[in-house]
């Protein structure tokens, strides 16, 4: 018989200076308090895979934190990022089950690890695997362990397939490598990984973004025809309504970061300073504004030399 503890003579008690009855509910007590401790221990849950209905023939494909895009014609099927083996399999499986229509592409939104894993499963397929080139360069450099894209773009490039076809378009530097947005049609529906975010804030201290890229990026998509639909590669669905409030708010931390740093305030100062209540609605507000804040800071002193200004107090002189 497996024991908690080790076995100890029936007339020793457990705890001395106690009589055998306390010293066994002593014990007990403890036995149930470890057992409570292993039970309320976090477990690693398997992410939950859903597909929804975006509009028309577009779909979005959720597992976990992540989603990509698919769109059903009437020659095939086109799949955007894996997101990784597991749940590229498990989409795999559900669109023969569902479509029974070959997957004819698959398209990268970028080249960052967290998306593009398991592409794999979609080349044996018989998927084409279509990226942007600085996409499809970082993936072979890096030997990334994924299928590597077969057809790639410099600016722009058009999927078509059945009566529909994606509108693939590169914006410059933003996050990652060769990130670009997608535009399916004539669902009219645009898809964005990353540098667009709706209800929620972008991710942590912003590592792989660049905050000039985001904003310009996003400008240039608010300039573009309207869309009918967003969709985002992590948080919530929304309209132009949302990303132009998401705009703001990025435009809004930039400046803030910048004016506060022309004006000589480190780092910790800038954190406890900075608050943008028009945007507390937005998930992890609280939680991630200090490190927006933070990444935003980095980009000035990493990309922009902030440190060799003459200009700003207490900088450092070259």
Same mark, same amino acid.
């Given at each position: 018989?497996?024991?908690?503890?080790?076995?100890?003579?029936?007339?020793?008690?457990?705890?001395?200076?106690?009589?055998?009855?306390? %010293?066994?509910?002593?014990?007990?007590?403890?036995?149930?308090?470890?057992?409570?401790?292993?039970?309320?221990?976090?477990?690693?849950?398997?992410?939950?895979?859903?597909?929804?209905?975006?509009?028309?023939?577009?779909?979005?494909?959720?597992?976990?934190?992540?989603?990509?895009?698919?769109?059903?014609?009437?020659?095939?099927?086109?799949?955007?990022?894996?997101?990784?083996?597991? +749940? +590229? #399999?498990?989409?795999?499986?559900?669109?023969?089950?569902?479509?029974?229509?070959? &997957?004819?592409?698959? &398209?990268?939104?970028?080249?960052?690890?967290?998306?593009?894993?398991?592409? =794999?499963?979609?080349?044996?397929?018989?998927?084409?695997? /279509? #990226?942007?080139?600085?996409?499809? =360069?970082?993936?072979?450099?890096?030997?990334? !362990?994924?299928?590597?894209?077969?057809?790639?773009?410099?600016?722009?490039?058009? /999927? %078509?397939? *059945?009566?529909?076809?994606?509108?693939?378009?590169?914006?410059?530097?933003?996050?990652?490598?060769?990130?670009?947005?997608?535009?399916?049609?004539?669902?009219?529906?645009?898809?964005?990984?990353?540098? &667009?975010?709706?209800?929620?804030?972008?991710?942590?201290?912003? $590592?792989?973004?660049?905050?000039?890229?985001?904003?310009?990026?996003? @400008?240039?998509?608010? +300039?573009?025809?309207?869309?009918?639909?967003?969709?985002?590669?992590?948080?919530?669905?929304?309209?132009?309504?949302?990303?132009? $409030?998401?705009?703001?708010?990025?435009?809004?931390?930039?400046?803030?970061?910048?004016? *506060?740093?022309? #004006?000589?305030?480190?780092?910790?100062?800038?954190? $406890?300073?900075?608050?943008? !209540?028009?945007?507390?609605?937005?998930?992890?507000?609280?939680?991630?504004?200090?490190?927006?804040?933070?990444?935003?800071?980095?980009?000035?002193?990493?990309?922009?030399?902030? @440190?060799?200004?003459?200009?700003?107090?207490?900088? =450092?002189?070259?």
């Amino acid at each position: 018989m497996t024991r908690l503890f080790p076995a100890r003579s029936s007339h020793a008690s457990a705890y001395p200076g106690l009589s055998r009855r306390a %010293s066994w509910l002593m014990t007990l007590s403890t036995a149930l308090m470890l057992m409570a401790s292993l039970l309320a221990a976090p477990v690693q849950a398997a992410p939950a895979y859903t597909i929804d209905k975006m509009k028309d023939n577009v779909y979005r494909y959720t597992a976990g934190n992540y989603r990509s895009v698919f769109m059903v014609t009437t020659e095939g099927i086109v799949v955007t990022d894996p997101i990784n083996p597991e +749940a +590229a #399999a498990s989409l795999k499986a559900a669109l023969q089950k569902e479509f029974n229509l070959p &997957i004819k592409y698959m &398209i990268y939104s970028h080249n960052h690890a967290d998306h593009t894993l398991g592409g =794999e499963v979609f080349k044996a397929a018989g998927a084409t695997v /279509v #990226a942007q080139r600085y996409a499809a =360069e970082d993936i072979a450099w890096t030997r990334l !362990p994924t299928a590597m894209p077969e057809v790639t773009f410099k600016d722009k490039m058009t /999927v %078509s397939l *059945g009566n529909s076809w994606v509108d693939l378009e590169y914006h410059g530097p933003n996050n990652g490598r060769g990130s670009i947005s997608m535009r399916f049609m004539p669902a009219n529906v645009m898809y964005v990984v990353d540098w &667009i975010v709706i209800g929620r804030m972008p991710y942590k201290d912003l $590592q792989g973004y660049d905050i000039h890229g985001m904003i310009r990026s996003t @400008r240039e998509i608010l +300039a573009e025809p309207d869309f009918d639909l967003f969709v985002g590669g992590h948080a919530e669905k929304g309209s132009r309504e949302d990303v132009e $409030q998401y705009l703001g708010y990025i435009e809004a931390l930039y400046t803030a970061v910048r004016d *506060g740093m022309l #004006a000589g305030k480190d780092l910790p100062t800038l954190q $406890q300073e900075i608050r943008l !209540p028009a945007y507390k609605d937005l998930k992890m507000y609280d939680a991630w504004l200090p490190l927006n804040i933070e990444g935003v800071y980095n980009t000035f002193i990493n990309d922009s030399y902030f @440190r060799f200004r003459t200009d700003i107090p207490g900088q =450092e002189k070259s």
